[in-house]
């Protein structure tokens, strides 16, 4: 059994009274070409250098076995380390190095994921634990999405946003708590979500048709005062991080009894899948039919 996370990426227009939204064909164009730019890539042996460091890690991760479907694209992301020598331990006398036209590895790990062109939902597998944090994962995509958008003319005035999916359930500390301090809630607008409520869906559409990529909402009480309850409008700011965004709140945990901090970001949608040995493509079907329940768990009811 595998456990699944799901990443929202999503390419928005810059100017949204000039661009629409990108649409299935869009993703489909973006995931095609990526697939096709990787492949190219691994067969000229230079896709170990296309790869993106990860932020404070000897890490790198890239796209590698991209294979287009009809409603998805699904490949592996591999994180791996670079060597050109190894060295023994004591001495610091020189082992081995790497020829010139090779590259090399010591750590290497492969996580499958399939990206839906509809719901621009990217479904990846947390194999062993090992995936790095959400954070570092979406910061990963925005840059091969944007790598590969860059090389359309079309999708020239839009800009790459991701953020994983959070459990909209996650929320139910904070409706039962009546005291809060400062709330801070990060949102973009989303590409048409769809089975949203109406206040959500009005806040979501106005930002989108008014060119605003990204709100801040910020709530404090007065000097040495509380907030008492969770303003509908905050709610339906949460609704929104769920899905693209993210929030921080403090409040009073009446079953601890003292203050305490929620962030959105530690409540990231988790989903098991069945895996077999040698049952790639099947994994991945499973995979791809649990992106609606992804979407369907970051709903705040």
């Known amino acids: ?70 409603n998805y694209v ?34 290497r790990s492969e996580f499958d994921f399939v990206f839906s062109y ?3 939902i990217l479904c990846i597998e947390n194999r062993g634990g090992k995936l790095p944090q959400p954070t570092t994962v979406e910061e990963v995509l925005i840059h091969f999405f944007e790598d590969i958008k860059s090389k359309f003319t079309d999708f020239k005035d839009y800009q790459v946003t991701c953020k994983v999916l959070k459990e909209g359930a996650a929320i139910e500390r904070l409706e039962e708590a009546e005291r809060f301090g400062k709330i801070e809630i990060d949102i973009s607008y989303t590409n048409d979500w769809r089975d949203i ?15 605003i990529a990204k709100t801040k909402l910020i709530q404090t009480p007065a000097k040495n005062g509380e907030i008492n309850q969770l303003p509908n409008v905050t709610k339906a700011y949460l609704e929104i991080a769920s899905k693209n965004g993210d929030a921080k709140i403090r409040y009073f945990d009446k079953f601890l009894k003292k203050w305490a901090n929620f962030s959105f970001k530690k409540f990231p949608v988790k989903i098991p899948v069945p895996k077999k040995k040698d049952e790639e493509k099947a994994f991945h079907i499973k995979m791809f039919q649990k992106i609606r329940e992804a979407m369907d768990r970051t709903r705040i009811r």
Not at 79 to 95: G, I, P, S
Not at 197 to 211: H, P
């Open 1 to 70: 059994m595998a456990t699944c996370l799901f990443f929202n990426i999503q390419v928005i227009p810059v100017n949204s009274k000039k661009n629409g939204l990108i649409g299935v064909d869009g993703y489909k164009k973006i995931s095609e070409k990526l697939a096709e730019v990787t492949t190219l890539k691994k067969t000229d042996k230079k896709l170990h250098d296309y790869g993106v460091r990860l932020k404070r890690s000897e890490f790198y991760m890239v796209p590698i076995n991209l294979k287009p479907e009809p």
């Open 74 to 107: 699904r490949g592996k992301l591999r994180r791996y380390d670079k060597v050109d020598r190894l060295n023994e331990f004591y001495t610091n006398e020189q082992l081995y190095e790497v020829p010139q036209d090779k590259s090399a590895t010591t750590k």
């Open 118 to 120: 509809e719901n621009h």
């Open 197 to 211: 409520e109406a206040l959500e869906a009005f806040i979501d559409k106005e930002s989108r048709d008014s060119g």
